[in-house]
């Protein structure tokens, strides 16, 4: 009987590996999306976690559907090819070697920031992180590069007497023990002690220089005690999560390179797929994993991730909504022809308003201002007569020429007021009155 790897296992591990790659994916795009987005996050922090998200990207998009592939074939059996027997180990240790750089430049620019404030204005910039990155994945890729010489693609006899084609990487000889040796010392126990220590320095500042430290910049918020703590705390659990990840991997790896192959046979099937398998998913969930530790500890990665979130949904909502329409023609025509006409009425009937009302204000006095006013507002509510309506139109003009000329009876009326009669004097009583009286002289 054919050995096979048992169900349990192989459904378990694609079960963790297709939830870890979904999300990771997710995750992992999302941050440097947020941090382009979120002007005050464009630093030099920001951009070597732009780099690891960078690297869980391809860890993620390359090596985890190889995991896919191998649980569904038969074991120690490799159908990807001689591309990929190369390609997957190279970009899991360059990957893994290139994170680790990134960390290291992580933790060294907050050991500036918070140790030493002064030097960091010039040390840590922008240009000098990118420079940071593009050196750390060219070193990963100049000492990962002798596994391409070491991973070896051929065929084999199987079990069953067939030929099979296998992917193997084996520590046999004196160079391929010491590479090996070489790249967890140097990319793994090495930095860790290195981080160690100067996350030790970085919370015994943080703890002793309180005061100095708010002097540096008083006036960047951003920069403040609790703000730094957060970012140290973020960073910490970071590197805690990558090295505990990586742990059982790198055991693993150097427990296979010492013991004999006797030791290996009498492990048994279950037992070594079922520690393998964990290894690598452990290894995996490192990548899925940096995301949501910046969403849980780093107030801005959370209101970015929000703000993302909202625009997404409203983008899909208006998508949507465009495929209901198109899928819908007639509907939406005739929806944006009852709307284009009502917005067309409504305009033509504000504009004749505002075109009244302004040549009624041109004409008016000010002696008869409010009636003319009146009399406009009422023909702007009347509609043009038709049919029974020419009725009550002439009654209408009937009663408006009525006031019309009691208004003008009124104001004759009011022009015509009595006159006090002024007292008519005739000539002669007037001479008379006025003439001086004659003295008679007695002859």
């Known amino acids: 009987m054919l050995p096979q790897i048992p169900s349990y296992i192989r459904t378990t591990a694609m079960f963790f590996c297709i939830i870890i790659m979904l999300l990771g994916v997710i995750g992992n795009v999302m941050v440097p999306i947020v941090i382009v987005k979120t002007k005050d996050m464009r630093n030099s922090t920001n951009i070597f976690l732009t780099n690891l998200s960078i690297a869980d990207l391809l860890v993620l998009l390359v090596c ?10 038969r074991p120690e059996t490799w159908v990807l090819g001689h591309e990929m027997c190369k390609a997957v180990p190279f970009v899991e240790l360059t990957v893994a070697h290139a994170s680790v750089l990134t960390i290291l430049a992580i ?12 030097k960091a204005g010039y040390v840590c910039t922008k240009a000098r992180a990118i420079l940071i990155c593009v050196l ?17 693609y051929k065929l084999v006899e199987y079990i069953d007497g067939s030929s099979v084609p296998v992917c193997l990487t084996q520590a046999i000889g004196v160079s391929t023990v010491g590479f090996f040796l070489m790249t967890i010392s ?21 703890v002793s220089n309180q005061g100095a430290m708010l002097r540096a910049r008083p006036t960047k918020p951003e920069l403040s005690l609790k703000a730094r703590k957060q970012v140290v705390l973020m960073l910490g659990a970071v590197v805690l999560s990558f090295f505990v990840c990586l742990l059982p991997f790198r055991v ?4 296979i390179i010492l013991s004999t192959e006797q030791t290996l046979h009498d492990m048994g099937l279950v037992r070594y797929y079922s520690l393998l398998y964990f290894c690598r998913i452990m290894l ?5 994993m940096n995301p949501i530790l910046y969403n ?33 023609p007639a509907d939406s025509r005739g929806r944006s022809g009852t709307l284009s006409t009502g917005t067309g009425t409504q305009t033509n009937s504000s504009n004749a308003t505002a075109a009244t009302n302004s040549s009624i204000l041109s004409r008016s006095s ?4 409010s009636e003319d006013i009146s009399r406009t507002r009422l023909k702007i509510e009347l509609q043009l007569p038709c049919g029974s309506d020419l009725e009550a139109m002439a009654m209408l003009q009937n009663s408006t020429l009525r006031s019309k000329r009691r208004q003008s009876d009124s104001r004759l009326l009011g022009e015509k007021k009595p006159r006090r009669p002024k007292p008519q004097i005739s000539f002669d009583e007037a001479a008379v009155g006025r003439a001086p009286k004659e003295t008679v002289i007695p002859a």
């Open 64 to 73: 985890t559907p190889t995991v896919l592939v191998e649980v569904n074939t």
């Open 366 to 369: 000010n002696r008869r201002g």
């Open 252 to 255: 693993l790896t150097l427990w």
């Open 136 to 152: 750390a994945w060219g070193i990963a890729a100049l000492f990962t590069s002798p596994i391409l010489w070491v991973a070896e």
């Open 284 to 288: 995996y969930l490192n990548s899925a």
């Open 107 to 118: 933790s060294f620019e907050r050991y500036y920031a918070i140790c030493e404030p002064l």
């Open 186 to 206: 140097v990319f793994f126990v090495l930095p860790f002690l290195m981080l160690v220590v100067l996350y030790g320095i970085i919370a015994r500042n943080l």
């Open 296 to 328: 849980l500890m780093s107030t801005k990665f959370r209101k970015g991730f929000a703000r993302l979130c909202h625009d997404v949904a409203r983008f899909l909502l208006k998508l949507l909504t465009l495929g209901r329409r198109r899928a819908n």
